[in-house]
């Protein structure tokens, strides 16, 4: 899938921006704070419903101005999309597809898929479970409405649960919440178990091409629980209500689970250089976009934010040769570094104080 088209309004610091692009690459030049990534967020935002930095839809809204509108055509293999969200200043959004009034973010799913890869990464190798937990459903939910409504009724018995556990003599309840969480849990470990199934498919062989056969990588799914079954899930919340009683909350389920990032049998968190835990999330990243493939068929729109600069040459021809097939959103100071690796039809756009010109 490509976007053909976006066109913002009163958008962080576009008040009226229309923008024709090409299914190739898409390069944003620019100098600091001029609106580079918030072009990329405003995709994003098309495609999952929230933005990648904040959680105040307030803050996407020009200064000064009630509402922020977005369109965006979408080129896709079979129906072709065309998303209008409008975001207002109290925090409601307004949404339709294909001229359709929808009610629920959910709808979007499928409509336009992104991969955005940023320096902000990193911290999916290098930081505690919650990066990589995030990274999971953020990745299930693009792919899995159903994932999404398991995701959601397991967090809402979750914060139930914990709520019962500040009280006394509440087995009963217990026994329900246990039980609702041993539904939606299972179902989530086995879809987030799959998956790492699938980023280790593709992410094994791009690994070893990226550092030219030296380093093999590895993800492990890590869970408590060998014996992945619904009545063992289910045991394993009945054992633990003591202790959860006294800590006040859950300390066991997906919602604690992890997944391992091995390089050369070490743990790439713990004992990977600064170089390698680059190099393991831009595996990360890329495996994700052919996850995608292999799931929906289409290539998503991949969204590459400040991060060319960070890398070698090496890396970033690997980048730039392995997008040739995929819309890509570059954003960069300048475009010397890379001009070298890019070819096939490239458009290259000046940013500046929220006004774009093209240069190519
Ligand atoms: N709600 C808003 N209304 C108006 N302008 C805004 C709003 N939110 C952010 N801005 C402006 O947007 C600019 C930042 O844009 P953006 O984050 O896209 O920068 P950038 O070009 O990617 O810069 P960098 O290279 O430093 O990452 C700043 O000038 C900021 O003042």
Redesign the pocket.
Known sequence: MYIEYLKLINY??YEMLDLKLTKEANIFI?D???????ILESIYLASLGKSHRTKRDK?????NSEAAYIQIYVCKERLNKKIDMKIFKHGAKGLNINSIKVNKLSELIGALNVVMFSPEDLKIVKESPVYRRKFLDIELCKLSKAYLHNLTQYKKALGERNAALKKINNKELLDIYDMTLASFGIKIIKDRIEYIKNLNLYGKKMHKDITQNREVIEFRYISPLNEITEEELYKLFVKNRERDMFNKSTNVGPHRDDFEIIINEMDTRIYGSQGQQRTAVLTIKFASLKVIKHITGEYPVLLLD?VLSELDSNRQRYILNSIKDVQTFI?C?GISDIREHISGETKVFL?NKGHIDEIT
């Open positions: 962080r610091n620019g600091n704070a001029q609106g580079k990534t918030n803050e996407l809204i020009m200064w400040d954003t100071t940013v």
